[in-house]
Structures are given as C-alpha cells and as structure tokens.
C-alpha cells in the first residue's frame, strides 16, 4: 500500500474531551474540555487515516485542558444547580450550614510520617470520597523544580459529588509538580499549622456546603489562612465560611471585600453570559455548555479608610451586557479564584490564567521565557520517506530542534487499506524509512516512541483497527451521533500487559538499528492508571495530554469511568510519578471530524498567543508529516514572530 492512499485516508481528530480539558477530556491545560467531552484531556492527532476522540486526537483525546465523561458532565450540571440553589438561599439569609466535627486530638503516627516522609515527592493524602483516611504519600518533583518549594492542595470530597474534588485536586497537583513537591489531602483532614509547613497553599471549593452537606472544613484550617504570611490560594466555593469563622469585619479589615456580601448571580438573580477572561493582556476565552454554568463570584470590595487596596489579577466579561468583574483578586497573602477552571477547557482558555498564578505563590522570582515545541507524528513503516526528509530539511534549514513520533509496527489486521488482505510491516522490513528516521536524527529530530502499533486489535477502535487510527491503550467507539465515546481500558489491561507492549515496541526500535527513545507520547493520549505508571517507568518523560482517574489519590480502587483529561503549559510531575512535558496547542486538522471543527495554523498560533500569558510557558503542537509543508511554515512562523523560541524535548523540562 503506498503511502499517499494510508495517509490520505480520513483527517485526523484533534480534540478529545482533555482538553484539560479531556475534561480538557484536559481535566489541557487540565481542565474538562468542552469541544471534547469532558472527559479526557487528550490532544489532537493522528493520521488521515486516524483520528482520536476529540480534537485533540480525538482519538488523543482532548484536553487543552481537559475533558469529563459523559457521566460526569450530567453531574457538573446537577452540581451547578444545587450550588446556585444553595447560593440564592445563602443571600437570603436562610441557608443553613452545620460546622464541620471537630478533629482528632492528634493525628496518627502513620499519618504524620507519611506526610514528612515523602521529601521532594507529590504526597496526595488522600481518603475514600466520603470518608477521609490516612494520608497516603506519593511523591513527585520535576526536574526543574526548586529546592525546597512545596504545595499543599486541600480540596473537598463530601456530598452527592464530591469525586469532584478530587479530580480538581489531582489537576492542581499536577500543575504544582512545575514547581517542587505536592501533598494533596481532602481539607478535612487539615490539622492546625499545615500552611507554615508548605511555600504556598491552594484550597478547592467544589462542594458547596450548606443544607444537608455540613461544612468539611476544620476551624484550624479558616484560622490558619487568615493568620499565616505563606500564600493561600482560595479557588471556588466556601470563602464566606471563612469570612464568617474569623469574624466577618476581621476579614474585610484584612482583605478589603466581603465574601458574605458577594455572590454568583448578579442582581437578576443570573450568572450572566460570562465568554472572556482578560489576563496579563490576554483575552481568554470561557465557554460553559448551556445549564452547566454555575457562575463566577462577584466579590464585594470595599473602598475607605481601614480598608487594604484589593489587586485584580483577572477581569470577566459578559459577552450580553458589556459588564465586567473580576474573575481573580489579592490581597495580602489571599489570592481569590471566583470559579473552579478545570471544567470545559480549551487551548485558549481562563485555564491559562490559573496555571500562571500559580507562579505568584511557588516561584515568584520567574522571569519571562517564551519557548516552542513541535513534533512529527504518526510515523511508521507505512511512512513515505521522501515525506519525511522534506520535513526534516524545512526544519534543519530553520535551526528548529523537533520531536519524531515513531510507530515501530504498522499493522491493518483486516485489509481496510489492502484490499482485504492483512497487512504488517516492521521497521526492520522498512529499510528506506528507517534510513529516512536516521537522516532525521541527524538533522535535529529527538526519536520519540509513540505506542507499539499504535492500534488495538482486529476490531474498530473506534474507526479501522489499523495503525495511527486507532487507540492502543484504551477502548472507544463512535455514537450515532458522531462522537467518539471512551470505553475504558481493555479487559486484559494489566501492569504486565502494558510492559509487554512497551517491550515489544523497544524491541522493534533494536531490530531497525535504532536508539532506545527517551521519550514516549500515548497513542491519542489515552491509557489506564497503570499503564501510564508503567510508561513511567521505562522513559525519561511523556510527552501529551493525559487522563487521571478518581481514586488515584485516595489510594482506593481506581474508577475508570470517572477521570479527568489534562494539558500542560509547562514540564510537570504528575501523580502518577512521572514527568509530562507539555502539548497544548493541539494539531493542525484541516477538516472537521466526530463534531470537532477544522483546526487551521491562524488557530494554533492563536493558542500560542493566549498561552503568552504564562510567564514561562511553552506553546507545543504537533503535525503530521502527510500534509503538505506550507501549513507547517505558516504555523511556525507565526509562533516565532510572537517572540518563542523552538527548543529540543530534552529543554522542555529546564
């Protein structure tokens, strides 16, 4: 079969849920995705042939941040209407809210030792959804973080919904492993004094507490953000329980605005149309699935004599009225989120704003540094050679380090592509494409392994069961609506059975005379649990968006149909121990697929240029080498001239 028919076959996807989104799937840029399904955090991709769920390799799954599962975007719906419902009671005065029980007199051994034990690691102590436990330590620490900087994450884990939290957490942990080391932990578990043991604490309010969900958090914990100098970052919901536990006039004297005062809706009682975040001159986008907007809080600031100066950091617009609030304030060591922002997520999205801010209270000191990445993908031994050294002459005449994705086996176990005869090929029975990889190496290409064959089976999964079309890693078919939907992991899924695909992949790199690749990027970004934990632990990094499932942190049983799509904008450590180095502008596709848009090189440079607001960010795409040379110039041109600089994968974790 000759290239040109293998590579032209269907446009590749490029968004799945991830985006974070995925969630962003992204929980993208980790975050729920909304192109994308909210479910995964996958990236655009594949080949004309393959395409993954999502724009983000549909079949990548998507994720600029990230996305959610279909079961999960019913509950964001019910979870907005229940907090706006709590909200409205609250203003009128007639919501009731039982304090949380007291703590143990002291925590256990166990518990302390795990935490102090885990020194330079990301220790999520974290315990079943309804009742907290022990803590339990995992530790992660990218290579560029600093020494000694650590985050603690608080997030909630109590009532109808409370799963939630947890994937918020694990999103927010993995952005804080930019930076040191992270414990993560249900906020009820907070004993007194925690915030001076961390550089920075962040607190998640996804829970709205009030009627018959009590308040979760310790009065150790209200009384330790107003009393510590370290930053505490407070996203979301329950301020005003702090507000009201320290003394509502305490806390407008400290932090000049009144949480008890400020409130979701506006007015008329509506959320608005709230379509734009405005940061650091950015104007980022915000785009909420009709009844699943539980709003943003509009805090009350107050001016006059006594009161400390309120900074806003970021501004909502609403797109009807022209109004704006703002969408983040500080003052003092608070800084204040009015929203939780890894729920339908984009490459452009608000998201981008919280990941910078993170930089305020773990590395304050950062200068600016605007760096690029891009990668070849879906190369295999079906590959057209000639293809491939064009590309590889474009980028070496332009100085551009780049990543090669190679699929060492290509197979079509049903003939979809061959007539009806099966058809597979090594890389060792594909000499001029492996001479043409090593011509690529030579001109600046980092080898990247991207799955075995990058497929599953001899079934559709979800589009050929052929090479680059489908995933490898996970199981997926396609509604009578168009949409790739994700099954979970296939039934033999195992730590043994994913080493052995690894195994088998390295071997077929051996066989062709080929380096053992560093690195390796998901086929459509989508695995289980465990494979990611074994892909850990045979490569130095993974390059992608990917999928984090509930019960990772809570050391319970993971719960595959619940998860989290993410990507980054910058080298993280992820709560499954290993580095992820970023991919968050998603994909050229020029054609619409599975009701995701056309993504042209105007919108990847658009990404990069959203993405300008992270102080030291990366904007990093993908492209697949079957297209035709021009689009890949205008897109990297364009991101040049917004002032990034193209670096090898090896300095995206510097």
Not at 121 to 126: E, H, K, L, N
Not at 515 to 541: E, I, K
Request: net charge neutral.
């Amino acid at each position: 079969m000759t290239v040109k028919n293998s590579r032209r076959r269907r446009p590749h996807i490029f968004r799945i849920p991830f985006v974070l989104a995925i969630v962003a799937a992204l929980l993208g840029g980790v975050a729920l995705s909304t192109g994308y399904g909210a479910e995964g955090a996958v990236a655009p991709g594949g080949r004309p042939g393959a395409r993954g769920p999502g724009n983000t390799k549909a079949a990548d799954l998507a994720a600029p941040g990230m996305s959610a599962s279909a079961p999960r975007a019913k509950d964001l719906k019910a979870l907005a209407s229940a907090a706006l419902h709590n909200d409205r009671l609250r203003k009128s005065r007639k919501l009731v809210v039982r304090p949380a029980p007291k703590p143990p007199a002291q925590q256990s051994a166990r518990q302390s030792a795990q935490r102090t034990g885990a020194g330079g690691r990301v220790t999520p102590a974290v315990a079943t959804r309804s009742t907290p436990g022990p803590a339990k330590a995992v530790t992660v620490r990218p290579a560029a973080a600093t020494a000694g900087t650590s985050a603690l994450v608080l997030y909630d884990n109590t009532g109808p919904y409370g799963y939630l939290g947890e994937l918020y957490a694990m999103a927010t942990a993995n952005l804080a492993g930019h930076f040191g080391s992270v414990t993560a932990k249900p906020v009820s578990q907070y004993t007194a004094g925690m915030t001076e043991q961390y550089t920075a604490t962040v607190y998640l309010g996804s829970t709205y507490y009030g009627g018959s969900v009590p308040d979760a958090i310790p009065a150790a914990f209200y009384q330790d953000a107003l009393t510590t100098t370290h930053p505490v970052t407070w996203v979301g919901d329950n301020i005003w329980g702090m507000a009201n536990a320290v003394g509502v006039t305490k806390f407008e004297q400290q932090y000049g605005w009144d949480p008890t005062s400020s409130f979701y809706a506006n007015a008329s009682g509506s959320v608005g149309n709230i379509n734009q975040v405005t940061y650091r001159g950015q104007q980022l986008t915000r785009t909420i699935p009709a009844g699943a907007d539980g709003g943003i809080l509009h805090p009350d600031i107050l001016t006059g004599t006594g009161f400390p100066q309120v900074t806003q950091l970021a501004q909502a617009t609403d797109a009807s009225t022209g109004t704006t609030s703002p969408w983040a304030i500080r003052s003092g060591n608070l800084t204040y989120v009015g929203e939780i922002p890894f729920e339908y997520v984009s490459e452009q999205d608000r998201i981008i704003c919280f990941e910078d801010l993170l930089f305020d209270g773990l590395a304050p000191g950062t200068a600016q540094r605007h760096r690029a990445f891009v990668r070849l993908e879906d190369i295999s031994p079906q590959s057209d050679p000639a293809q491939l050294r064009t590309m590889a002459d474009y980028l070496y005449s332009q100085k551009i380090p780049y990543g090669i994705l190679v699929i060492p086996v290509y197979t079509d176990p049903n003939g979809v592509y061959n007539n009806g005869t099966p058809q597979t090929t090594t890389l060792a029975q594909a000499p001029q494409v492996v001479s043409a990889i090593q011509y690529m190496l030579s001109h600046g290409a980092t080898l990247i392994n991207h799955g075995f064959t990058h497929q599953y089976s001899n079934v559709n999964n979800p589009y050929s069961g052929v090479t680059g079309d489908d995933f490898e890693f996970f199981r997926a078919h396609i509604d009578s609506a168009n949409n790739v939907v994700m099954d979970g992991p296939p039934a033999e899924d195992s730590t043994a059975w994913a080493q052995s695909r690894v195994t088998s992949a390295l071997a077929g790199f051996a066989a062709a005379g080929l380096p053992r690749p560093a690195f390796w990027t998901t086929p459509h970004y989508a695995a289980s649990a465990a494979d990611y934990r074994v892909l850990g632990q045979n490569y130095t990094a993974r390059l992608e968006r990917s999928l984090y499932f509930a019960g990772t942190l809570s050391g319970g049983t993971v719960d595959n149909s619940r998860y989290i799509g993410q990507f980054f904008p910058y080298a993280v450590k992820d709560v499954y121990g290993t580095t992820v180095l970023p991919e968050d502008l998603g994909n050229y596709e020029p054609q619409p697929y599975n009701n995701h848009p056309a993504r042209l090189p105007a919108d990847l440079i658009a990404a990069a240029k959203a993405n300008l607001a992270v102080r030291d960010g990366v904007a990093s795409f993908f492209y697949h080498p079957y297209y035709d040379l021009a689009p890949l110039q205008q897109t990297i041109d364009g991101i040049r001239a917004l002032g990034y600089t193209f670096v090898s994968p090896a300095d995206l974790a510097q």
